[in-house]
């Protein structure tokens, strides 16, 4: 996040990669990190017009992905942690009450399709600055054990 030449070797990648998607999922978890490098970009554009501009232009994207797969954790993930941190006037909170609760209700079920490490990024990050009901933390917690 820190260092702006990483955005564009990431971008590279995805483009890189995208022909050989194999599925659906694939290229729509491409298309996910594109659109999160492209919100990302905001943060080292030193014009507000600008930052404006990179995060309406990424935050479609990764609206777009979500609407076209609701139940892609980790694109959601991401459109979370890019809208969680803008801030309040850019009306964004909606989605971030949207992912954290469809998060909550989804990880549990899709704990073996990620990486063990990400699969914990993305459950910690909902329990620690979410707010999920009794329930569902008892679920997320379970779901962490032997993550």
């Not at 609206?63 to 941190?85: F, G, K, Q």
């Amino acid at each position: 996040m820190d260092e702006e030449a990483a955005i564009d070797r990431g971008l590279r990648e995805v483009q890189r990669l995208a022909p050989a998607a194999a599925d659906a999922e694939e290229r729509a978890t491409l298309e996910a990190y594109r659109g999160a490098l492209v919100t990302l970009r905001a943060r080292h554009a030193f014009w507000p017009r600008q930052k404006l501009r990179h995060v309406r232009e990424g935050l479609a994207v990764l609206d777009a992905v979500v609407a076209a797969h609701p139940r892609h954790a980790e694109a959601r993930y991401l459109r979370l942690v890019s809208c969680y941190y803008l801030p309040r006037f850019l009306g964004r909170g909606w989605s971030v009450r949207e992912d954290f609760a469809r998060l909550g209700a989804l990880l549990p079920s899709v704990r073996g399709r990620y990486p063990r490490d990400l699969y914990a990024a993305i459950t910690r990050f909902v329990l620690d600055h979410g707010r999920p009901s009794p329930e569902v933390r008892r679920a997320l917690e379970a779901s962490l054990e032997g993550a």
